[in-house]
């Protein structure tokens, strides 16, 4: 028995250190996905001759580091892109950028607008309503994404060096009046194999999942979040988002295109190259393989 419990308190020290940015910062990008694929999807992660769509992520980590992926992850840079590819009226509105919290007027915003940041995920403040909105709250949370770098979470290299800074951008909703569903399209190689809808981010059930294929035909298949149980109309816009999603996804291995719709307008979203960092699991998880087809790596392995 007390064997077992030293082996535990070992097991716990360790992942407590893991969660230390200063041992992270020194462990190199091979070894630490190597590690953290197996806690998170539980078996080796193969880089050596990767057929899964997860381990095909990881190695594309590591081995595809074409300098422009910075600006497509970047949220401020990125929109030149989409302005030069397929024109600016598919940007959000730009309310203003800035360097710090401290910087931001908010007397000049408009009642509702949203908060993010441009080099990382989850750095987001929603402000359905400037009279009650919770300024200090918000610098806080701000704050908080600008001195993190997002890099060393995942290994996801295009956001090491992006420069930090706020984007504010137009508040806006879907007819559903509370959120906007994500359309997101899985592109290889400039072709569009399928999609998936995010809903109900707002709900107290949370986060569903819904995939479906080329024909607006759900697919049987998760990954990681439920699927709602529900068959989404299929966007008005839905050729327009697949044309657009091939220019944008034109000669890279793999990248996700997102868009929203609403009123009838469509606007680009972001584009993501490690969609849930190839660490969320497929159900049934021979989809895994599937998409693991579908993308060709770029290097010979």
């Known amino acids: 028995m007390l064997k077992t419990n030293k082996s535990l308190s070992l097991r716990s020290s360790l992942s407590q250190l893991w969660h230390l940015r200063i041992v992270q910062t020194f462990i190199p990008d091979d ?4 590690i953290q694929y197996k806690n998170f999807m539980g078996k080796k992660l193969n880089l050596k001759d990767p057929k899964s769509f997860n381990e095909k992520l990881q190695w594309l980590k590591i081995n595809d580091r074409n300098p422009f992926y910075t600006n497509l992850v970047d949220k401020y ?7 030069k590819t397929i024109g600016n009226e598919y940007l959000i509105p730009l309310l203003g950028v800035y360097n710090t919290f401290d910087e931001i007027d908010f007397a000049t915003l408009p009642d509702q607008f949203v908060l993010k940041c441009t080099h990382d995920s989850g750095g987001l403040v929603i402000c359905n309503d400037k009279s009650t909105f919770d300024k200090e709250s918000a610098r806080r949370k701000i704050n908080k994404c600008l001195r993190r770098n997002y890099y060393y979470n995942h290994r996801e ?21 509370t959120e906007l569903k994500d359309y997101k399209f899985m592109c290889f190689n400039g072709e569009v194999k399928c999609s998936f809808v995010c809903l109900n981010r707002n709900s107290d059930k949370g986060l569903n999942i819904d995939f479906y294929d080329m024909e607006w035909n759900p ?7 439920p699927r ?27 990248i996700r295109v997102d868009f929203y719709e609403t009123n009838g307008q469509l606007y680009f979203g972001e584009l993501t190259l490690y969609p849930g960092s190839g660490l969320e699991e497929f159900s049934p998880e021979w989809y895994d393989e599937l998409l693991g087809t579908w993308i060709t790596l770029p290097i010979s392995k």
């Open 228 to 254: 709602s149980g529900t068959t989404i109309p299929k966007p008005k816009n839905f050729d327009k988002m697949v044309n657009y999603s091939r220019k944008l996804s034109k000669n890279l291995p793999f």
């Open 219 to 225: 697919m049987p298949v998760e990954r990681h979040y």
């Open 77 to 83: 840079e990125v929109r030149k892109y989409i302005e």
């Open 31 to 34: 070894l630490y996905l190597r």
């Open 157 to 177: 290299w295009p956001y090491k060096n992006i420069k930090p800074r706020i984007l504010c951008e137009k508040f806006m909703v879907d007819e559903s009046g």
